[in-house]
């Protein structure tokens, strides 16, 4: 039998069980409907009838009083009014004979009430031959007959109160016995459909409680299950599906677990073998897997490291800041070459390491982990280090000879051309000009030398951003005029001072307007804008010039970065290199956007002087 079948054979029991329970119930109020029927229908109209006629005969009777004492015409009117009363009720009560008895007592009524008329007749109309007085006359002779009236309609009332009594108690028994047996009948389907609905339950719950086992079993690689199944329902066909899958479930184990473990231990070789440093923790910052040269470079062992948390590891805050960040967003940190170096000291020695960080997610971009790659780069600091002492020394052994050229050739050029003729003055113009050039590439070396070793003084104060603009626009009001540049500027009025040098800002600014106005063609378009954001102040110079191309934007800033293009630039590759650090040592950034053919926007920013 099906499942489904077994179900509704089990609640269509349970509803033909509540069907006899409401036709029984049905029945049994039908039954006491009918006893209440009887006992409004059978015997109140008599009642009734009786009550009516009492009331008629009395107030005849004290209509014939009204007669006797002289009110004939008010006596004999209520007289005759309630003998049509009378009359009616007494002809209602015929009608409705219910009880033994009852016809006998109206016959009798009415006989004995035909007598009172007569008798009364004779006391609302005497004739010659009544002897006695009309008061002795009423007492002898009518009121009897009146009393014998009242008393047969008493009779007759009372008798069919006792039958309403006897059969209110019938349909008291009635109630009582419907009560009793619908009580033994519910109680008795109650305790079948109870009965039932076990039994039904424990044949539907008995193999799931087996399946339920048997897959916990399998989630903990516990495969030999069996489950003892011996229906051909669905659930049973259920449980072979189940002992099916986990046959299948532990050839599988058996045939890739050599393989994972196999994986596994060429995952491991691959991660000791890496000569950088490599860290993976999961997503509780838990170290999973550390190689021997991260265990080197954190000063820590290889069992020490595992299971440890990463920051009881590292010891830094910035870089665990960074791992977290990544941790959450998914994605790699975009920092520079400054932000991406570690330093380390051991000892005396401090040793540099550029770091990596990249999250680790599954194909439907649930985080894992965060891979830490640590690169050694402390060679290639001290490179730097010997080749910006080289470059610091070179260009200042430099400057004192070039300066003594220049001397010499300004002499020659103001002495001696006279005597030179004119290829010789070009060739001295032009040694002229080189050594110009010379010298300015020395000036800024020797600039860019004491940037980077961190003898740059500034001489901090509160500026107003309108005024090193004005002041960086006033040296180059000859080069914008001579190519018919318009210069706009769109600087708010109620912009705060920013706190900076304003000798090392204005040179900042003079050098991306004098970049500008050499890559924008004539009668073209410069604006410098400002505006404040939150603490800072971004300060940004535009043009519509030729732009830089996508391969030079993100190396611009670089030492001798030159951007290629058919005009000569005359410069060092030095200008947007010493910008950038002097707008990073007063604690702003700076960046472009470029897009090549349409121009191209440096902004720079400032801290506020108040913060």
Known sequence: MELRTKILAGYGLVLILVVIVCVWAVANLYQLGRASAAILRENYQSILAAENMINAIERQDSGLLLLMQGFQ???????????????????????????EGEAELLQTIETEYLAYLMVAAELSQPTPNQTSPPSSYYYETVLPKFKQIRE???????????????????????????IWSMTILGVSVAGLGLVFSLFLSNILVRPLKEMTRATGRIAEGDYDVTIAATSKDEVGRLAQEIMTMSGKLKSYHELNVNRLLAEKRRSEAIIRSITDGLVVVDADFKIVAINPMA???????????????????????????????????????????????????????????RFAITPVKTQGDQMLGVVLLLQDVTKFKELNRLKSEFVMTASHELRTPLTSIAMSIGLLMENASVNLSENERELLQAAQEDVERLRALVNNLLDLSRIEAGRLELDLKPVSVLFLVEKAVSTLLAQIEEKNIELSQTIPADLPNVNADPNKVTWVITNLLANALRYTNRCGHIRVSAELVSEFVYVAVSDDGIGIPLEFQKKIFEKFVQVESGKSSGGSGLGLAICREIIKAHGGTIWVNSTPGQGSTFTFTLPLAHA
């Open 295 to 353: 265990a080197s470079i954190l000063n820590t062992g290889l069992n020490q490291a595992e299971g440890k948390h990463f920051f009881d590891v590292i010891q830094n805050h910035e870089l665990y800041e960074y791992m977290k960040t990544v941790a959450q967003t998914g994605q790699s940190p975009k920092l520079d070459e400054v932000e991406s170096t570690l330093a380390i000291e051991y000892g005396e020695q401090t040793h540099h390491y």
């Open 152 to 178: 047969a309609c008493t009779q007759l009332h009372t008798m069919n109160q006792q039958a309403m009594l006897s059969a209110s108690k019938d349909a008291q028994d009635v109630s009582a016995r419907a």
């Open 73 to 99: 015409t008010e006596g004999l009117a209520q007289f005759r009014e309630n003998e049509v009363g009378f009359l009616q009720w007494l002809s209602r009560a015929k009608d409705n004979i219910t009880v």
